[in-house]
T-cell receptor, first 108, second 112 residues
Framework: GIQVEQSPPDLILQEGANSTLRCNFS?????LQWFHQNPWGQLINLFY???GTKQNGRLSATTVATERYSLLYISSSQTTDSGVYFC??????????FGTGTRLQVFP | ETGVTQSPTHLIKTRGQQVTLRCSSQ?????VSWYQQALGQGPQFIFQ???????GRGNFPPRFSGLQFPNYSSELNVNALELDDSALYLC???????????FGEGSRLTVL
């Protein structure tokens, strides 16, 4: 089956710093989503981005489907950005296959 | 606000018992799927329902079953609970033909 790997697994930042999270997938996919999971477990939709680039405030994402990777950029990070970031892909069927996650901690 | 609500938010059961978790989706979201997230891991696909029929299943045993109702609500039932069933259970829904899934806040199950 398809493999979805994220890097780095852990990231510690000071407030105001920028960061780039990466998602690599091993096969062609139909869809790709980025989520932020808060400490209470809620999966918050960040981007639905099977290809191209999107921006939403301090966050932006780029998916290069032909090269099988996606990047999530966080600028001017805030403590509320802390949590786990997942990318998830849909390939072959309707199910989402989640990556390994990146745990982000932002300190004041 | 995703429009997907789940209940209960937390519950504790003992091994061998049965549990029913509930999910209510937005009107028009006739595809619903359930995921299990163990501590420290990413969510794993359990199964998906479309128009009240199961149309996809992950690597979970038959004691995990579900129902979907015409009013966009659904249930996940787990029989003969095992300790390893302790996890966060997430419900997700989407519009017909749409790709983006929206998740509820989850039901956290503890099996003692």
């Amino acid at each position: 089956g398809i493999q979805v790997e994220q890097s780095p697994p852990d990231l510690i930042l000071q407030e105001g710093a920028n960061s780039t999270l990466r998602c690599n997938f091993s096969d062609s996919v139909n869809n790709l989503q980025w989520f932020h999971q808060n400490p209470w477990g809620q999966l918050i939709n960040l981007f639905y981005i099977p290809s191209g680039t999107k921006q939403n405030g301090r966050l932006s994402a780029t998916t290069v489907a032909t090269e099988r990777y996606s990047l999530l950029y966080i600028s001017s990070s805030q403590t509320t950005d802390s949590g786990v970031y997942f990318c998830a892909v849909i390939y072959n069927t309707d199910k989402l296959i989640f990556g390994t996650g990146t745990r982000l901690q932002v300190f004041p | 606000e995703t429009g997907v609500t789940q209940s209960p938010t937390h519950l504790i059961k003992t091994r061998g018992q049965q549990v029913t978790l509930r999910c209510s989706s937005q009107s028009g979201h006739n595809t619903v799927s359930w995921y299990q997230q163990a501590l420290g891991q990413g969510p794993q696909f359990i199964f998906q329902y479309y128009r009240e029929e199961e149309n996809g299943r992950g690597n979970f045993p038959p004691r995990f079953s579900g129902l979907q109702f015409p009013n966009y609500s659904s249930e996940l039932n787990v029989n003969a609970l095992e300790l390893d069933d302790s996890a966060l259970y997430l419900c997700a829904s989407r519009i017909p033909g749409g790709g983006e899934l929206f998740f509820g806040e989850g039901s956290r199950l503890t099996v003692l």
